[in-house]
């Protein structure tokens, strides 16, 4: 590889190759501390050109390549494996041309959420996929991994917000798709194709997104239920009178009590409920008429509409992932199934952990309105992976799917074929041949 570096080094600059263990180290390990692998170099283009040279190379030298954005990722996607070389893109960090007619901006890929939403709130407008990770993802990983979060179920997740990318295939091809047309049928769309890739197929440099209004009336409800089905009864009710609804998240009496502890935070009611839900209308006037029925189905209920408030609410829902992680490594497991179909799923999941692992920490949480279930298992042993494989085969007994939104990785290779059927796989590897032949970008990840 020092050859290589040397190579590298003329393209992007000297202080772009890292080689340093101490530099390196931060790209090296994931937030989770479930996946690590000891990198050959960590290299950050400042440009597009940039880009296309650093893989030219790399395909020369026949290095595989790991595209790399804030490092938030949740399945090993983004983590080399040793010898791997890591490409980061967050240097390609500039927001460009904000386009008020089309409401859409073009951005570098290693742009941090974040600082777009900032950007494009001064301006009236805002991003519609938000999520805990904001802080470190950037929109290439959010791209990449066709990131969610807690208002897919008013905007869908990030394959609808972008209109089109300019990404860099392993041998240098170009796939420039900025114009922001959205009715463009000429021809396949290799946007789709790539958004939801994982790394796999073509290294995403910038990005069109589609921008939506920026509603300034904002109410927050946490609303504690006796049990999922009261939060079922719930959901139904604020999708058909509540044209504002754009979150119905949930979380359950363990988690927020591990939460409180660990951050010092008050129980939010005075008596325990086994389910909690957040509830978020926001809409260009005060929409808390539309949360009637929370007041009615809950037991005991808390509203804001200022931004500490609000925040404040979402905490004891957005601390769930980090307040596990330091408990330990856990088994995390991103899911989805028919919404109707969480209550039962979870009771399955709960008899699978107490009969395979008794003992371990369960938590369960996530976004009730499209049926996305964060199964985390706290305690066994990472390589003891029984648990993993029972929840994913209930899953798939239950008609959902083995990835919700944080993508298939490294973590779930094994199991694509509990959501995919053979002749989509044959297809998937048919397109990656296409697209990397030598299979430099991503190997192994989601096709194993
Ligand atoms: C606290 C917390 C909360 C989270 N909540 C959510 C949530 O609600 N919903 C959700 O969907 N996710 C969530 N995530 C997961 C994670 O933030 C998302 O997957 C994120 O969008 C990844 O962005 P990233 O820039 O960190 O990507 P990385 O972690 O760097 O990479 C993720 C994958 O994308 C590939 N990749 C990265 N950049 C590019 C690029 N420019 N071109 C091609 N491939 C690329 C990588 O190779 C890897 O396979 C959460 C994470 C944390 C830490």
Redo the contacts with the bound molecule.
Sequence with gaps: VSGLAERLSRVVGRAHVLEDEQLTAAFER???GRFAGRASAVVRPGSVAEVREVLRLCAEAGVAV??????????????PRDGELV????R?DRIEELDEDAAQVTVG??V??ENLQAHVRERGFDFA??????G???????????????Y?VRYG??RAQVAGVE?VLADGRVVSRLSGLLKDNAGFDLTGL?VG?????????RLRLRLVPLLPARVTALAAVPDLERGLELLRRLRAEAPSLQAVDYFHAHGLRRVCERHGLPLPFRADADVYLVVECAARRDPSDELAAVAELATETAVADDERGRAALWAYR?LQ??TLTALGVPHKL?VSVPVARVPVFERDVEAAVARLTPGAELFLYG?LGDG?V?VNVVGPPLDDQRIDEAVLRLVAGHGGSIS????V?LAKTEWLSLSRTPDEIAIMRDLKRALDPQNL??PR??LG
């Design positions: 994931d937030f989770t790991v595209p790399q954005g804030g490092h938030s990722g949740l399945v090993g996607g983004g983590t490409l980061s893109l967050r390609l890929a290693g941090i959420l996929v938000d999520h805990a990770g904001r470190s993802a950037t929109l290439g990983g959010m791209a990449a991994t066709n990131a969610g979060g807690p897919a997740s990030m990404a790539l890739s994982e790394g796999t197929l073509a290294v995403i440099a957005e992932n980090e991103d976004h996305n964060h919700a939104e944080h993508g990785g970008l991503n990840r989601v």
